[in-house]
Nanobody, 125 residues
Framework: QVQLVESGGGLVQAGASLRLSCAAS????????MGWFRQGPGKEREFVTA????????YYSDSVKGRFTISRDNAKNTVYLQMNSLEPEDTAVYYC??????????????????WGQGTQVTVSS
């Protein structure tokens, strides 16, 4: 079992930055593909980004590419999501997810086995 706890959400104005963190426990962190998803009001949960076991590979959705950066610190069992140039459309609950299978960049919600409780990000215009 893997436990995931997100933090760092909040209310910001458009153009601001936020950094989300997700602390993992329960399994060797360096053998987990980590991902971030988000779910806006009235919307389906959507993929945001993923990072490979040692951080060598990342993948971003088109909607956040160039603005968001995913990173991980395996010594701290933590994955981060740096969000810059935030837009009102980024308003959502952000979820951290983990997958303990192969070292590939899973992008579909159903491919992830473990989920955090989510953290709210609200961007005002």
């Amino acid at each position: 079992q893997v436990q995931l706890v997100e933090s760092g959400g909040g209310l910001v104005q458009a153009g601001a930055s936020l950094r989300l963190s997700c602390a993992a426990s329960g399994r060797t962190f360096s053998s987990l593909t980590m991902g971030w998803f988000r779910q806006g009001p009235g919307k389906e949960r959507e993929f945001v980004t993923a990072i490979s076991w040692y951080g060598g590979s990342t993948y971003y959705s088109d909607s956040v590419k160039g603005r968001f950066t995913i990173s991980r610190d395996n010594a701290k069992n933590t994955v981060y999501l740096q969000m810059n140039s935030l837009e009102p459309e980024d308003t959502a609950v952000y979820y951290c997810a983990a997958q303990g299978g192969r070292n590939i960049l899973y992008r579909r919600r159903e491919e992830y086995d473990y989920w955090g409780q989510g953290t709210q990000v609200t961007v005002s215009s």
